[in-house]
Nanobody
Framework: QVQLVESGGGLVQPGGSLRLSCAAS????????MRWYRQAPGKERELVAT????????IYPDSVKGRFTISRDNAKNTVYLQMNSLKPEDTAVYFC???????WGQGTQVTVSS
């Protein structure tokens, strides 16, 4: 059974940083593309980062490029999202996603506010 469990969200001031983690289980993780999405209240879910199975390639939308970094540790079956220079508009629930299995985690809330 595919399972994705996010952690690391919280309240942070503008300009601050957070690192999200997503622990994967139930499938062979190392060769699977993984993604992070976010969804703010009243808005559609937005893709914020993609990483290939070997971690060698990453993709970001302009809204987070240069501030967010996706990475993975295949030995730990975990994908990370390092978020720097956070802005109030980054406030959202952040989700881990496996496109191969169409599976979502439960999400972790990130709130950027002074």
């Amino acid at each position: 059974q595919v399972q994705l469990v996010e952690s690391g969200g919280g309240l942070v001031q503008p300009g601050g940083s957070l690192r999200l983690s997503c622990a994967a289980s139930g499938f062979f993780f190392s060769n699977k593309v993984m993604r992070w999405y976010r969804q703010a209240p009243g808005k559609e879910r937005e893709l914020v980062a993609t990483i290939t199975g070997d971690g060698g390639s990453t993709i970001y939308p302009d809204s987070v490029k240069g501030r967010f970094t996706i990475s993975r540790d295949n030995a730990k079956n975990t994908v990370y999202l390092q978020m720097n220079s956070l802005k109030p508009e980054d406030t959202a629930v952040y989700f881990c996603y496996s496109p191969v299995f169409g599976s979502w985690g439960q999400g972790t809330q990130v709130t950027v506010s002074s």
